[in-house]
Every structure is written in structure tokens, then in C-alpha cells.
């Protein structure tokens, strides 16, 4: 009748499960019992270094005597420390790299009133359940949120960045961001995986010289380093740029597109904080792009459709910010996030392929589209 073994630790025992499929179905005070329940793994073929597993738990129950069935997504989030990426992390930097991951910002988030604070067009899927399971991991237990099957044009895209601009500014929104603390910071990114892992490798000769990037990053190189260069003055110019709040990685992957096409369910708010204005442009922008999922021809144009969409959405709330300022600031996010760490160093010691070399390409015009904007901003 239950077959739940594949979520281990993750699981809950089945008096907790038919309490949170009562609460799915807004049962009340009506008797619930369980009558089937299983497990299955969900395939994902993206790391995420605090997931440590993703399941749908799907069954039946007798809800008020009457059988209903029910679903959950299921979520495992450990310590960053728990990945098994963790131990490609130096030795001598691994205590301090520990802490540099907000892990415990989902089950903040979804304890939360976040989702009385949205503003209209965006959801959050109903948490059923938060359960700690030790002092370093806890499961998320998720309503299954219906997702349309369409594809992302510009007016997807610009509909997704007022969405996110309006999110950014809206007085509940930035309430529970600045409620969170800062365990992570534009700071502690830069002084922890770019001074760590990015930089090195771009002042190593031998990064150039690899057939990777020799092809595809070879106008980009005095560009790239010029700007690494540069980085303590641009750092602390995004460090000091005007705060409202982000949901950390907006790329299409985490904005599900709801039935009516017209809104998005946000997802995976790891990173959700007070960030700079503009910051979510930088993977709304490039994120399908950067695993690709889409080509990097159109980047500019859907860049300013994004970014004036985004503006817009800050209006809306009231926040009044200027086109240019916000573009800068922008700039800076996206040169900081994406466009220095766009050398494919993870496939640095694999085979040469056709696949990688167009991948290769591809991440070169990320880069290069960030130098261009850092250029046109300065």
C-alpha cells in the first residue's frame, strides 16, 4: 500500500503525511486516512550544491470518507559542506567556503508570509510541510503547481521582468528579504568563488591556451583581464548600489509559467534577499542560455526589453528608478556573475567534442555581451 523508501531521510511518518494531505485538501476537521502512497526520484539533470534530493510522493487518501488523490513535490536541502561538490573545494578554504551558502533561506521563505506579499501575476507553491530533519538538512514538502508547456518569446521575457521588478519593489516583498540577515553577500561572493575559483584561472596562461578557449575566447582575453583588473572598484561600485529585494536566481528554469500564461509560480529561493536593484535581470537574461536551453543571438535585444520591463515593474510599486542607473547597475551584476566566470573551467580536463566547442562559443557571447554593457555603462 506504501512505497515511500526512496525519499530516506526525507521521509515523514504516515500520521504526518495524511495531516498535510488533510491541510492540501482543506479538510478541517474531517477524518483522513492514507490509503496508498509511493515515492519516485524526479530526474534533474542540473547540481544544485544544497539539494540533496527531489522526489514526487503522490498516493490516496479517504478524505471525510470520500478517496482523493494527492501529490508533493519533495524537496531535500542540506549544508552546502554535504554536497559531494564539496570536496573540490581547497582543503585550506573549506571552513569558511561552509558558510558562504544561505542553505536555510528556502525553509525561511516558505515559513514566511511571502506569498500574501506577492503582487499579482506571481505565486508561490503552497508548503505543506517544513520538516528539520538534523541541524544540517530539512525537507520541503510542496504543493504539485500546475505548469504550462510554452515556450519563452520576447513577450514572455518581458512579462517575467516587470513581474520581477514589481517583486523587487513591493513593501511586503522587501519586508521578509531584509528579515532574512545576510549570510551571503555581493561581498562575500566576490572575496569567496570568484577570488577562489574565477580569478585563478582566468591569470593562469594555460586557461588560454586550451582548445576550448583558445577558439572562442581568444578577442575576449585583454578584455577579460582588464576587467578582473578592475574588479576591486567595480565590486565595491555594485556592493554600494541602491538594495531592494531578489528572489537570487530568476532564470526561467525557476519562474514555472501558470496555466492562465499570463503569471509564473517562483521557485527555488535559496538566494532570496535584499540584493541590488536589477540583479534578477542577470539570469532571467542569460540563464537558459549559459545550459543551453537557448542561443545567445538575441541577447541584446531581449536585454533592453528586459530591462525596461523591469523598470516598469519597480514603478509600479512605487519605486521610481532611472533607465540608466538600473542599466549600470545591471551591468555590473551580470560582468560579476556571469560574464567572468563564462570560461567553461568545469570541462577544462574532458575531450574535445563538437558539443563543447559550441558550448564554448556560447559562453563567449555571454562574456562578451557583459563587456559590451559594462563598456556602454561606464
Not at 478524505?63 to 531535500?76: I, P, S, Y
Not at 577570488?195 to 578584455?223: C, E, I, Y
Request: aromatic letters at 8%; hydrophobic letters at 50%; glycine letters at 8%.
Amino acid at each position: 500500500m506504501h512505497d515511500r523508501t526512496a525519499l530516506g531521510a526525507a521521509d515523514v511518518s504516515d500520521a504526518v503525511l495524511a495531516a498535510m494531505v488533510a491541510a492540501l485538501h482543506d479538510a478541517g476537521d474531517a477524518p483522513v486516512a492514507l490509503v496508498r502512497s509511493r515515492a519516485e526520484v524526479v530526474d534533474y539533470d542540473l547540481d544544485a550544491i544544497t539539494t540533496g534530493g527531489r522526489w514526487w510522493v503522490r498516493g490516496e487518501a479517504s478524505v471525510d470518507g470520500h478517496e482523493r488523490e494527492f501529490a508533493f513535490f519533495v524537496k531535500l536541502v542540506h549544508a552546502w559542506e554535504r554536497s559531494p561538490l564539496f570536496l573540490h573545494v581547497p582543503a585550506e578554504v573549506r571552513e569558511w567556503a561552509a558558510g558562504m551558502v544561505p542553505w536555510r533561506t528556502e525553509a525561511r521563505v516558505y515559513r514566511s508570509e511571502l506569498a500574501d506579499a506577492l503582487p499579482e501575476g506571481l505565486a508561490l507553491p503552497r508548503a505543506l510541510g517544513v520538516h528539520d530533519i538534523d541541524e544540517g538538512s530539512y525537507a520541503l514538502w510542496l504543493e504539485a503547481v500546475p505548469v504550462a508547456d510554452v515556450a519563452w518569446d520576447l513577450a514572455r521575457y518581458r512579462r517575467a521582468a516587470h513581474l520581477l521588478g514589481r517583486f523587487a519593489a513591493a513593501p511586503g516583498v522587501r519586508a521578509v528579504a531584509r528579515a532574512g540577515g545576510a549570510e551571503w553577500t555581493i561581498a562575500k561572493y566576490l572575496e569567496g568563488r570568484l577570488a577562489h575559483q574565477v580569478l585563478p584561472v582566468l591569470g593562469d596562461p594555460a586557461t588560454w591556451a586550451h582548445p576550448l578557449v583558445a577558439d572562442a575566447f581568444a578577442d575576449l582575453r585583454p578584455r577579460m583581464l582588464a576587467a578582473r583588473d578592475r574588479l576591486p572598484d567595480l565590486g565595491a561600485e555594485l556592493a554600494a548600489a541602491p538594495v531592494l529585494a531578489g528572489h537570487g536566481d530568476a532564470c526561467p528554469n525557476n519562474l514555472l509559467v501558470r496555466p492562465d500564461r499570463d503569471g509564473f509560480t517562483l521557485i527555488d529561493f535559496g538566494f532570496f534577499m535584499a540584493l541590488p536593484v536589477g540583479f534578477d535581470l542577470g539570469q532571467l537574461l542569460v540563464g537558459d542560455v549559459q545550459v543551453g536551453r537557448r542561443s545567445a543571438d538575441d541577447l541584446a535585444e531581449r536585454d533592453e526589453a528586459c530591462l525596461a520591463a523591469y523598470v516598469d515593474g519597480l514603478a509600479a510599486e512605487g519605486v521610481e528608478a532611472d533607465l540608466a542607473a538600473v542599466r549600470r547597475v545591471h551591468a555590473l551584476q551580470l560582468l560579476a556573475f556571469s560574464g567572468l566566470s563564462a570560461i567553461p573551467f568545469e570541462h577544462l580536463d574532458a575531450e574535445v567534442t563538437d558539443a563543447l566547442r559550441a558550448m564554448a562559443a556560447t559562453r563567449a557571447a555571454i562574456a562578451r555581451h557583459s563587456l559590451d554593457l559594462l563598456d556602454q555603462t561606464g
